[in-house]
């Protein structure tokens, strides 16, 4: 379904990622872990065209995405959920998740997307014509995900979605994302939480420094040593 190949980016003067190779299947659930400044974000951004590759491949469904504007990819059905949700605040929940929306013209399907996204996080629909901008840290994560669910993605793009959520608020968000899997959505995760994420994903790839520097199914890294040592702290 996705593949990157040698790809090589960066901002400006500062390359972040060098000759990263990954690929995800349909169905899948895949995460990318690794520390602080690896260049996970940069990995997402790259495939949802936000970032260009200045080397290297990546296809989606056999289309080449290197060229690719943000909306372009959206448009081929890959959903984006970044780390800083990029919601609008003086919109409520309703308006931000029709947002979402935008390259939807089937009226009927937007309301069946929403009453997915409602089912899964029941807290929106009580929120519903809320503002954004007076929902908790963790209200805005699972807003910023029904946004990114609104479009019908074939492939789901999420970036650390428990970062600064309290325990039970990051089980909830994990919980969700179970039941996507388990409906058949294919999902690319970024995290920090690697004990949980390798318990939940099918495969991961640990990237350091820009490259990936181990592959695996979750049980796999979860006994491999460096992982216990460097993030596991066995």
């Known amino acids: 379904m996705l593949k990157l190949t040698a790809v090589e980016a960066g901002y400006d ?20 872990l690794g520390p602080n400044g690896a260049g996970k974000t940069t990995t997402l951004r790259s495939i949802a065209g936000f970032v260009p590759p200045i080397r290297g491949s990546i296809t989606f469904r056999g289309t080449e995405l290197r060229a690719s504007l943000p909306h372009q990819a959206s448009r081929l059905g890959i959903g984006y959920v ?4 990029n919601l609008f605040p003086s919109m ?13 013209h089937d009226g009927a399907k937007v309301k069946a997307t929403m009453d997915t996204v409602f089912e899964l996080f029941p807290r929106l629909l009580e ?18 995900i029904g946004r990114g669910l609104m479009s019908s993605p074939s492939l789901l793009l999420v970036d650390e979605p428990s970062l600064g959520l309290a325990p039970m608020l990051t089980l909830d968000t994990y919980e969700a994302l179970k039941t996507l899997r388990s ?18 994903v099918d495969r991961a790839y640990v990237l350091e420094q820009g490259r990936v520097v181990l592959e695996g199914t979750g049980e796999q890294l979860l006994g491999n040593t460096h992982v216990q040592e460097a993030y596991l702290g066995i």
């Open 183 to 200: 409906r058949g959505m294919t999902i690319l995760l970024v995290e920090q939480n690697v004990n949980t994420t390798l318990r939940m």
């Open 92 to 104: 409520s929940v309703y308006e931000n998740l029709l947002v979402g929306a935008y390259t939807i």
């Open 13 to 32: 003067l500062l390359q972040v990622l060098w000759g990263v190779d990954l690929h995800v299947e349909e169905g899948e659930f895949v995460a990318i």
């Open 82 to 85: 970044s780390e800083s949700l």
């Open 127 to 144: 929120r519903r014509d809320q503002l954004a901008g007076t929902l908790s840290g963790g209200e805005r994560k699972m807003l910023a």
